[in-house]
């Protein structure tokens, strides 16, 4: 019954006359600094003042208001509590707790008195920023969205005038209505409504969230919304949703933390946060500052940020530990203003992301210069492939860009049965070759002049790339030293620390840690039975001595589909040392996409910014602890991962788990803090901060929940799975994650009405849908066709790709070409394209006369229908039909007409979104690649397994069990 | 005459009462171990030492103890003591399984400093150590118990 009531209660308030505490709830989250006191104002323990205002309940406004002045609703305060954190253990329709403290164990008594009409309820500011706030609250709520669920369909149009009554005759918009089972009766007949119903429990608003309406999935063929999908925000008060960080560089699976581990086991979901800490960032969104003392917790050691609280002029409170620490001399002193108590010009306070440049006390040694070695592979393949010609070219285009001040220092070394040293000393000539070649117990011939200062010897090395291309024109060895190789450069750049590249052609079978051919895969996939453990623990040794000494191996792996090159196993090098892996498996000089994508990710490699000597550690608030770690690091103790190297194409997760419970706070906060040496030789710290609120009402987890996060924790848990146990057992976990968790909620919330069909709340419909594309995913697919190394590939990359690459690399997107229009693509300037509208992966969205184009993640396909009007040829590709388009087309022309300009700008607003190159690929429909697109299309029955409608089905008689 | 003096002793006192002793004492040894074991988890746990180190000092103990206690399973089973040995049995069952399970490794041991840190497997060293030193400290009890059987039997 609960479901099919009018959202009301939870909207009530907002259209009535200005009771303090109503109006003030449903205000905007005003801006920082205009409205609100600065946060240095704030510090003053609430209740009922400070800056405890209730967050704002945008749902309150947007669900439905009935018009002002219905005489039998229920009293505001009960409506402005469902969309608060609820009190610990508080159900009831208590009056709101306003002054609710930020971190601070709320008293055990519920009814706070409520603010006095006059104070810092704000309550006089006008109602016209209402719709300011609906406009932004799109992007902006986890619990608290507009009507829009936010995963769903467009913002509603900006309304500027129209009382919100008006405005929204029914609580949901017109493209969600098929999506929700649940639909509202008309909105005249809200205030009968009202007047008939007894006021509703809290638990019972708290259905009425736009997240929790629940969806039939069986009866919803359109579930994917057409916009991108977004992470939603967390619920926190106005003032710090706006300080919180980007959710591309921190984010949680849960916008809502279970107050307790049951509660956590009874939503069967994971609990995790996902990091990317050292994302190229721009200075707005991650300021540098140099703050004169470094104010952190005394007793754990947290970073101040924007979500500690000031419990009085000189004192605040941690939000890790709780305890209170001393507030600095002078903190209070704005230099601005020349004003004391005013701490607004602190920008640790105002950005969830901020970096400090470390004093001394920071450094166990002087700051290490930016040290690059690079081991080369020259067996047969290599120089075959012309990998070596490639290389040489790419690092002398860039060589003057590599990061580093003078005190930057290069060294190499190629190795095939033999390792082959480089004496680059400037005072020679030439450079020197010297060769060793008893691998037995390798001695190192002029330890010093190996690795050299780059300014000094930069002649050298350009000598020296010019010619090595051309020194093993007639090797004809397949033998590869590259265990030999790595402990060689170990030992050289010990004292220093920095960064060993390896290119690998082959598989490296001489020497020490040398590897056998394994048997192909192909039977153990048949029965499940598929692991992908290394098979000897001789690289992890070597990452582990490397992480210690402050050196991070990064792989480049070239081999073709069908060699066997043991990449479980000698991945293992950078997965420990912090190290990035790239494989090619297609890679030859003659062929020009895999050429084209070596030289760019080589040079964004060689270029791109580079952390040394760091470590991270992650703070959580007491009671919660990190359980699993997800990426590559070496965890050196339970909140602190050593990253010899940090490179900014890395992203990091951790599983949560929940030890005491959480139900004194009425936020958690998380903090991530990146110590490194930036390649300018400066010490740095990167403060990244997160806070949520924690909520005991499974309705608000529920609503909180962030899919996207999910799904990303989902795939990793799936690889360490495939990791430790075997493929068979990865995929099974998977798939009864669905089952559980449809379980769970049907169990938890649902009303029994519901409970005999297939459904999930608007936060997770998706799950089903991505859990599919997790198992046809190359890391997960029963698929034979794929050996192990592309699949340890893909395994790797889920481990490591920042949350948002990963999503695309998880679900690709597809967009029709043939219908862009300057209305969904381009932004109100006219020059910013935003996102066209993503199509779900069916070839029912296909037509026969149009072109999609799909980004994969790895790279970009054009599909052409068969009946594409020639018209539409000639515009896109500027040939005159159908037939014209060449089986390899692997770049579009750009026309002189508007659809040409949208697509490439398309396509290179992708590329320049994406930290790798993107390959495109026009593919006919007749065309022989046309597989290579199809197999993309998860929702259908691919050679990967079943269509998204078998596996909701399988799902079902499974539930019903 | 001292010689005769000592070997009539140990006559005396008879075979059962010097296994149990033997045994007795390696039981001591274990146990001390599993103390060990558990300082070192709860060192980790709280930061005190890093994985590379504690993987390295409890890989080192590993083969001993497992050895110990398979040497006193035999020892009990050669002489005959079939409860002991069936009380010892299981365990080295448990050891055996352990090991043929170890992650990938060329050195002896089973903890690989690159997954000691998660919390799944922390908690099982704990619960792990805990339940093996309540079970040296009852086998301890026993071979205890039975030492002085074997005493008061040969002394009357």
Sequence with gaps: VQSTLPPHPSSVQSTLPPHPSSVQSTLPPPPIGQSFPPPGGHSHPPPPGGHSLPPPPAGGQSILPPPPGSQSLPPPPAGGQSMLPPPPGGQSILPPPPGAQLFHPPPAGQSFPLPPPGGQSSGARPMTQGPQYTSSGGMTSGLVGPPTMSLVGPPPPSHSQAPLAQRYPHSVPPGTSEVSTTNYPPGSQYPSYGQTQPPLTLMQKQLQLPELQPVNLLENRNILPTQPLEHPLPSLPGHLVSRGPDPGVFCCSMNSIPATSSLLNKMKLPLAIHIHPFKDSKAKSCPVINPSVIVRCRVCRAYINPYVSFTDARHWRCNMCFRTNIVPEDYDYNPHSGKRGDRSHHTELKHSSVEYIAPSEYMVRPPQPSVYFFIIDVSYPAVESGLLGVFCRTLLDNLSRLPGDGRTMVGFLTYDHALHFYNLKSSQTQPQMLVVSDLSDVFIPSPHSLLVNLRESKELVKNLLEDLPKMFTDQRGIQSALGAALQVAEKLLHPIGGRITVLQSTLPNYGPGALKMKETSTSALKKDQLSTSASTDFYKKIALECSAQQIAVDLFVFSNPTQFIDLATISTVAKYSSGQIHYYPDFHHTKEIPTKRVERDLKRYLTRNIGFESVMRIRCTEGLSLHTFHGNFFVRSTDLLSLPNVNPDHGYCMNLAIDESLKDYSMVCFQAALLYTSYRGERRIRVHSLCLPVSDQLPQLYAGINLLATTAVLAKMGVDRVTTATLGDARDALLNTVQDATKAYRSNIASSMQASQFTLPSSLKLLPLFCLSLLKHPAFTLNAGISIDPRVQAMNLILTLPLNYLLVNIYPRLYALHTLSDKDTLDREGEDIVSPPVLQLSAEKLSRNGVFLMDYGKGMYIWVGKETPPPTIKQIFGLLHFGAIPELMCEIPLQDNPLSKLIKMLIYQIRSSRQHFMPLQVIREDGPQRLLFINYLLEDKTEDGTSYYELLSHVARQLNK | ?156
């Design chain 2, 1 to 156: 005459i001292e010689y005769n003096n000592l070997t009539n002793c140990v006559k005396m006192l008879g075979a059962d009462f010097f296994v149990f002793l033997l045994v007795m004492v390696i039981a001591i040894g274990l146990l001390f171990m599993m103390v060990w074991h558990l300082i070192m988890v709860d060192e980790l746990k709280n930061d005190y030492r890093n994985p590379v180190d504690f993987s390295s000092n409890l890989n080192m103990l590993i083969l001993p103890e497992y050895g110990l206690h398979v040497f006193i399973t035999l020892l009990l089973l050669g002489f005959g003591y079939w409860f002991t040995f069936a009380w010892n049995a299981p365990l080295v069952g448990y050891h055996v399984w352990r090991y043929l399970k170890r992650p990938t490794m060329s050195g002896i041991g089973v903890y690989d400093p690159t997954v000691v840190m998660n919390r799944t497997n922390l908690t099982f060293y704990s619960r792990e150590g805990f339940i093996k030193l309540g079970f040296y400290v009852i086998s301890f009890l026993i071979y205890l118990y039975n030492m002085m059987v074997a005493l008061v039997v040969a002394l009357t």
